[in-house]
T-cell receptor
Framework: ETGVTQTPRHLVMGMTNKKSLKCEQH?????MYWYKQSAKKPLELMFV???????ENNSVPSRFSPECPNSSHLFLHLHTLQPEDSALYLC????????????FGQGTRLTVV | RKEVEQDPGPFNVPEGATVAFNCTYS??????FFWYRQDCRKEPKLLMS???SGNEDGRFTAQLNRASQYISLLIRDSKLSDSATYLC??????????FGPGTRLSVLP
């Protein structure tokens, strides 16, 4: 099993649809992250879960709703998105303390039509 | 002021050249430092961690200057396969990773 797995890899959805992105990590980490990467822009931190508790929410619109049922799984629920939400959504995991790096999944490339 | 700043480039260098990237960070309480590499339309991958004493991994050397809040990456004997975007990353005392905008490198034949 790869360290961090994201599904689906590609997603096209209409503005009225509801969909969910899934992330699973097999590294025994206790922190998980959602990042957004738009074209030619740096990674933007969206949400952080530490020990299954949300600790960061960077003014993300409510049409994005995260869920972390356990330390290995992370979801991003999407509804009534806008075309400008089209981007690469990356999940990462790490250990809360120490100098451990973040490991990324391959991302979900989302297109909102 | 942005938390992590990098020259976006692009840096266009010939094969075999030596190239250096710089990065500055604003949070003096930052604890850990990394360089990541990101290929086009792919996820970021760790290139190397950066330690206060400086560290080397093959053709890559990273340096950290805490007093100046400055991080560098040196690539020697550039290969075509080194073409990518290099991301400077800073981790605070907790669990947040802050990414710089990245520096794009193109190694030309």
């Amino acid at each position: 099993e790869t360290g961090v797995t994201q599904t689906p890899r590609h997603l096209v959805m209409g503005m009225t649809n509801k969909k969910s992105l899934k992330c699973e990590q097999h590294l025994g980490h206790n922190a998980m992250y959602w990042y957004k990467q738009s074209a030619k822009k740096p990674l933007e931190l969206m949400f952080v879960y530490s020990l299954e508790e949300r600790v960061e929410n960077n003014s993300v619109p409510s049409r994005f709703s995260p869920e972390c049922p356990n330390s290995s799984h992370l979801f991003l629920h999407l509804h009534t998105l806008q075309p400008e939400d089209s981007a690469l959504y990356l999940c990462a995991s790490s250990q809360v303390s120490g100098r451990t790096e973040a490991f990324f999944g391959q991302g979900t490339r989302l297109t909102v039509v | 002021r942005k938390e992590v700043e990098q020259d976006p480039g692009p840096f266009n260098v010939p094969e075999g050249a030596t190239v250096a990237f710089n990065c500055t960070y604003s949070n003096s309480a930052s604890q850990s430092f990394f360089w990541y590499r990101q290929d086009c339309r792919k996820e970021p991958k760790l290139l190397m961690s950066v330690y206060s004493s400086g560290n080397e991994d093959g053709r890559f050397t990273a340096q950290l200057n805490r007093a100046s809040q400055y991080i560098s990456l040196l690539i020697r004997d550039s290969k075509l396969s080194d073409s990518a975007t290099y991301l400077c990353v800073v981790k605070d005392y907790g669990q947040n990773f802050v990414f710089g905008p990245g520096t794009r490198l193109s190694v030309l034949p």
